[in-house]
């Protein structure tokens, strides 16, 4: 689950356990989750995202809101058409 977007609920046929309580538990203890924010890694998720695998040489930028009048950056790779991998940073704060 960790490495491929796989739902708990989908392990249950292979396994035979149940799907809705592998995955709280999954969320609250295995995925070290409520740590994450605690750590290195996560001291700067609150205010922006970066995924340098995902750059390539035709980026393009764009500002939104998305609730509550907080605007965000977004940049993406162009030869990723909007797909899988297109996202290479996302922004907080930023002025327009």
Do not use: C
Not at 76 to 81: G, I, L, R, V, Y
């Amino acid at each position: 689950m960790d490495r491929y977007p796989i739902t708990g609920r989908s392990l249950e046929w292979f396994f035979d356990i149940d799907g809705d309580l592998f995955e709280r538990q999954y969320k609250r203890h295995l995925s070290g989750y409520w740590q994450w924010k605690d750590s290195t890694e996560g001291l700067h998720a609150e205010q922006w995202r970066v995924f340098p695998q995902n750059i390539g040489p035709h980026l393009s930028i764009d500002e939104t809101s998305l609730s509550r009048g907080e605007l965000y950056t977004i940049v993406t790779n162009k030869d990723a058409h909007g797909r899988k991998n297109a996202i290479v940073a996302i922004v907080l704060g930023t002025d327009a």
